[in-house]
């Protein structure tokens, strides 16, 4: 088998270009909890990266619990947003009611770096705890890569 220069160049390419993530959250204000644990199942058990690139609040925050660690970075613009669990307003006519079985479920997923970070800032509550792009957001997750 003879290998051309253009099969050469497109190998070497291939090679060397950096892994695209499977997820770039930017704009996420949370939604369904279980929906959000299927999704980084997901994501984790096909090995992708994450890319939080702006706003991760709420259910969003999961992907910290769920996927490894090493494969999320934060750029300079994530921020990240943390509060206790509501009940699905559709059960509740339309009013905000926290669950206490809910907010135990998302400590129960968050590694002890995130865990330690809600503690230190007054734990959970029904206001959102936000950790803007800095040293504390770099203690629970690496920041990205230059080329991100």
Not at 22 to 32: A, E, P, R, V, W
Request: with cysteine; net charge positive.
């Amino acid at each position: 088998m003879r290998i051309t220069p253009l099969a050469l160049l497109l190998f070497v390419s291939l090679a060397v270009t950096p892994a695209r993530a499977s997820l770039h959250i930017t704009n996420d204000h949370g939604g369904y909890v279980e929906e959000y644990k299927a999704r980084y199942k997901r994501i984790r058990d096909s090995r992708e990266r994450v890319i939080i690139d702006g706003v991760c609040n709420s259910a969003c925050t999961l992907v910290f619990g769920i996927v490894p660690l090493n494969k999320i970075c934060v750029t300079p613009r994530a921020s990240v947003g943390f509060h206790q669990a509501y009940y699905d307003k559709a059960f509740t006519f339309g009013i905000k009611v926290t669950s206490a079985e809910g907010t135990a479920d998302l400590m129960s997923y968050y590694p002890d770096t995130v865990k330690d970070w809600i503690r230190r800032n007054g734990g959970l509550t029904t206001e959102m705890k936000k950790i803007r792009n800095g040293v504390d957001l770099w203690k629970i997750v690496d920041p990205c890569p230059e080329e991100f």
